[in-house]
């Protein structure tokens, strides 16, 4: 039976993971990721990463909440977005940028693929 509602928490073993190393700019950042579910194309959990500065470009659209930490994501030709708890954003197929971790970040996100 599925459960109707879950509790936004780290529960189990994380996902462990990182930047693939070629789009490392400095730092050794590392990912952990709760995955709490995944249903109809939408994914949601929790993200955690140490410092560090990569560039990446979205393949999905994500809702973002930072619950802990500070970031800075620079948009390709645009000016750099500060995130620190308690900021939302939405992050749009397509963006190209860096995120740059400043202390370890902890958010909450939705994906739709």
């Known amino acids: 039976m599925t459960q109707a509602m879950t ?15 070629g ?8 990912f952990r990721t709760w995955k709490l579910d ?5 994914r949601c959990g929790l993200w955690q990463c ?5 560039s990446m470009t979205y ?11 500070k970031a800075i994501i620079t948009p390709a030709d645009e000016d750099p977005v500060e995130l620190e ?3 939302s954003y939405i992050l749009r197929v397509g963006l190209r940028c860096t995120w740059d971790v400043k202390q370890t970040i902890l958010k909450e996100f939705v994906i739709r693929a």
Do not use: Q, S
């Open 7 to 21: 509790r936004m928490e780290k529960t189990g073993e994380p996902v462990i993971g990182a930047p693939p190393t």
């Open 23 to 30: 789009d490392i700019i400095d730092g050794a950042p590392e």
């Open 38 to 42: 995944d249903v109809d194309g939408l």
């Open 50 to 54: 140490t410092p560090g500065k990569w």
């Open 59 to 69: 393949d999905v659209w994500e809702y973002v909440r930072i619950l802990e930490g």
């Open 85 to 87: 708890a308690g900021d």
